[in-house]
Nanobody
Framework: QVQLMESGGGSVQTGGSLRLSCGYSYLTWCMGWFRQAPGKEREGVAGISFASGSTYYADSVKGRFTISRDNAKNTLYLQMNSLKPEDSAMYYC???????????????????WGKGTPVTISS
């Protein structure tokens, strides 16, 4: 059982930046960030294959968000820049032990989830 804990959420103005962190109990093949706004479906925002370093981004965040990891600290990050009000959501860290060399692995379903951290962007 992988334990995940997110932190770093908060409230910023449009155009601002936030960095989310996700501490994990042990390394898995595929990890990523998802978000869900009230009344909307959950969206896979960014993913990374820990074996290859391959990353994936949803079109809505491409060029603004960066996913990265620090294996020594057992931490996954999501750097979010040029934030927009539509980025407001609860952000979740997720992991899967399925072998993958492609960051789009997050589209195949995740097995472990954190409790989420809220992000609010004001205009």
């Amino acid at each position: 059982q992988v334990q995940l804990m997110e932190s770093g959420g908060g409230s910023v103005q449009t155009g601002g930046s936030l960095r989310l962190s996700c501490g994990y109990s042990y390394l898995t093949w595929c990890m990523g960030w998802f978000r869900q706004a009230p009344g909307k479906e959950r969206e896979g925002v960014a993913g990374i294959s820990f074996a290859s370093g391959s990353t994936y981004y949803a079109d809505s965040v491409k060029g603004r968000f960066t996913i990265s990891r620090d294996n020594a600290k057992n931490t996954l990050y999501l750097q979010m820049n040029s934030l927009k009000p539509e980025d407001s959501a609860m952000y979740y860290c997720a992991a899967s032990p399925r072998r993958s060399y492609d960051g789009s692995c997050i589209q195949s379903g995740m097995d472990y989830w954190g409790k989420g951290t809220p992000v609010t962007i004001s205009s």
